[in-house]
């Protein structure tokens, strides 16, 4: 079975821009969480959704926004992008009767 | 609010030594945690997972940790360092529908 896919895997932008990631989850599993990881702030927790809708969404901002297709693939869109925004976001999906989280490699980001 | 401590950010074993990771969680009951590690330039990898069937959970690559409520903690341990085993390792619990990790430990094996 193959695992979570995250496109692009390396990313470089200017302040002010926009940019949309892609995950592909494990096929079968419906949730997909993704992640922000810094040095300074480890991983922090974005959104989590399941069959298309939010159910959970951590401290961001209203730039960090997100949706789930209905075949389980998962966006997430950063807007008027920040030099902190510099960082590498990881997607996991979850399998419909586990807790545990299978993470993708994630999309380098670097903001200049 | 549940959240894990993670002591130490780095931790440094010789190979061959005892491998221990420490992990405590904060919690009203007994939560779902888990251990990932994570290798340079990937993702997280699941080492092993507690949902109260056992105390002892036994993961992969040798890595086992022990759940003890009488001291909130979560340990991993593994018997023998390996060169391979150098990464970072992180305690994680569930709350609700997203997972909370812990800050992470570096783990530096000696030759």
């Known amino acids: 079975k193959a695992g979570v896919t995250q496109t692009p895997r390396y990313l470089i932008k200017t302040r002010g821009q926009q940019v949309t990631l892609s995950c592909s989850p494990i096929?079968?599993?419906?949730?997909v969480s993704w992640y922000q990881q810094t040095p300074g702030q480890g991983l922090q927790f974005l959104f989590e959704?399941?069959?298309?809708?939010?159910?959970n969404k951590g401290n961001f901002p209203g730039r960090f926004s997100g949706r789930q297709f209905s075949n389980s693939r998962s966006e997430m869109n950063v807007s008027t992008l920040e030099l902190g925004d510099s960082a590498l976001y990881l997607c996991?999906?979850?399998?419909?009767?586990?807790?545990?989280?299978?993470f993708g490699p994630g999309t380098r980001l670097t903001v200049l | 609010a549940q959240s894990v401590t993670q002591l130490g950010s780095h931790v440094s074993v010789s190979e061959g030594a005892l491998v221990l990771l420490r992990c405590n969680y904060s919690?009203?009951?007994?939560?779902?945690l888990f251990w990932y590690v994570q290798y340079p330039n990937q993702g997280l990898q699941l080492l092993l997972k507690?949902?109260?069937?056992?105390?002892l959970v036994k993961g992969i690559n040798g890595f086992e940790a022990e759940f003890k409520k009488s001291e909130t903690s979560f340990h991993l341990t593994k018997p023998s360092a390996h060169m391979s085993d150098a990464a970072e390792y992180f305690c994680?619990?569930?709350?609700?529908?997203?997972?909370?990790f812990g800050a992470g430990t570096r783990l530096f094996v000696k030759a």
């Open positions: 996991a999906s979850s399998p419909p009767t586990g807790d545990e989280q299978f």
């Open positions: 096929s079968g599993h419906r949730s």
């Open positions: 959704y399941f069959s298309e809708t939010q159910r």
């Open positions: 919690s009203s009951v007994p939560p779902y």
């Open positions: 507690y949902t109260s069937a056992a105390t």
């Open positions: 994680a619990v569930n709350r609700g529908f997203k997972t909370i």
